[in-house]
């Protein structure tokens, strides 16, 4: 099934400093962050993809908007004041390749995209509209992203929620976990990690997690366990996704990769409507994570359609 309409993401854009070594005491730069990940990740998966984010008028925001723009990315409906300063994020390494927020700069947080910046044909011409709770500690942004998602309901745009939690960016934890429920319900499809849905749902059991999940009534959840694949929530009932064992590099971006492959099945297919369906979408998105964790970086090592050519369902086709 085609579709001529594109992806349309909002966040913010960062510049990662990502350790070289598990020493951590070097480190690389990269353009980053979730939505920046995802956004590029789409156009990569042969997806037209906009990106609505805010930079400013120095030499980092420039970097960043001429990556963007390189990957395909359209800054149609980007907004540019020459104040902002990109974030920046230092990523270090565990022996075992897991990422750690070690740090997190942010010289301008109060300049945000305004909710009446946003532009209706923008959302007119969308099939998904992607957002993550990276920018919902700022109270301009909470209001831009309501406004956002209103827009997509207005315009019949399904709407995808990646919880992405990151510590460092909130004041408390009650904030945090108050915040990002409160969007829960607007999302047709959420997808967050084993120890988000704990911390979110306040258990270490997958089974209550998702139990308490249940009253949000959210179409399609995914919860990623890492080298254990992925936990499916459909219609109340868990589905277990397993992944091919890889060698990891950097598991920077593969919950990521494993949404661009997500929004790239909904895209083409639209929401997924049985449980074999739902496999399939998780199953992909999967195999998305898994190949961006055998490479150094989170941009860097999106996964492009091409190297997808053999990840096939039973009658051949790229899902």
């Known amino acids: 099934m085609g579709n001529t309409k594109h992806v349309l993401t909002y966040g913010d854009a960062f510049v990662d400093y990502i350790a070289a070594t598990a020493s951590n005491d070097s480190f690389n730069r990269h353009l980053g962050g979730a939505t920046v990940n995802v956004a590029a990740g789409v156009s990569r998966l042969g997806l037209p993809s906009g990106f609505i984010t805010i930079t400013g008028d120095d030499e980092t925001s420039a970097f960043v908007r001429n990556e963007l723009l390189k990957e395909g990315v359209d800054l149609?409906?980007?907004?540019?004041?020459?104040?902002?300063?990109?974030?920046?994020?230092?990523?270090?390494?565990?022996p075992e390749f897991d990422r750690i927020f070690a740090d997190y700069v942010n010289e301008t947080p109060d300049l945000q995209v305004r909710s009446h910046e946003l532009r209706k044909e923008a959302f007119e011409k969308a099939s998904i509209f992607h957002f993550c709770s990276g920018t919902l500690f700022h109270p301009e942004a909470r209001t831009t992203t309501r406004r956002a998602l209103e827009l997509s309901k207005e315009h019949d745009v399904l709407c995808s929620y990646d919880v992405n939690i990151r510590p460092l960016r909130w004041e408390s934890e009650e904030h945090c976990r108050k915040t990002v429920l409160d969007?829960?319900?607007?999302?047709?499809?959420?997808?967050?990690?084993?120890?988000?849905?704990?911390?979110?749902?306040?258990?270490?059991?997958?089974?209550?997690?998702?139990?308490?999940?249940?009253?949000?009534?959210?179409?399609?959840?995914?919860?990623?366990?890492?080298?254990?694949?992925?936990?499916?929530?459909f219609q109340n009932q868990i589905h277990h996704i397993p992944v091919l064992p890889v060698q990891p590099v950097d598991t920077t971006g593969a919950g990521d990769a494993?949404?661009?492959?997500?929004?790239?099945?909904?895209?083409?297919?639209?929401l997924p409507e049985t449980k074999q369906e739902v496999i399939a979408c998780a199953d992909f998105g999967n195999k998305l994570g898994a190949l961006c964790a055998t490479k150094a970086g989170a941009l860097t090592a999106m996964p492009r359609l091409a190297e997808m050519a053999t990840t096939s369902n039973p009658g051949g086709e790229i899902l």
Do not use: C, W
Request: without cysteine; charged residues 20%.
């Open 183 to 233: 969007f829960l319900p607007l999302a047709d499809i959420v997808k967050l990690t084993t120890a988000e849905l704990a911390f979110l749902m306040e258990t270490d059991s997958l089974e209550e997690g998702v139990s308490r999940l249940a009253h949000h009534a959210i179409p399609l959840v995914f919860v990623t366990d890492g080298e254990n694949g992925t936990h499916a929530v």
């Open 258 to 270: 494993f949404m661009a492959g997500v929004i790239r099945h909904v895209h083409l297919r639209g």
């Open 76 to 94: 149609t409906h980007a907004i540019q004041v020459p104040e902002k300063r990109v974030s920046g994020v230092y990523i270090h390494l565990t």
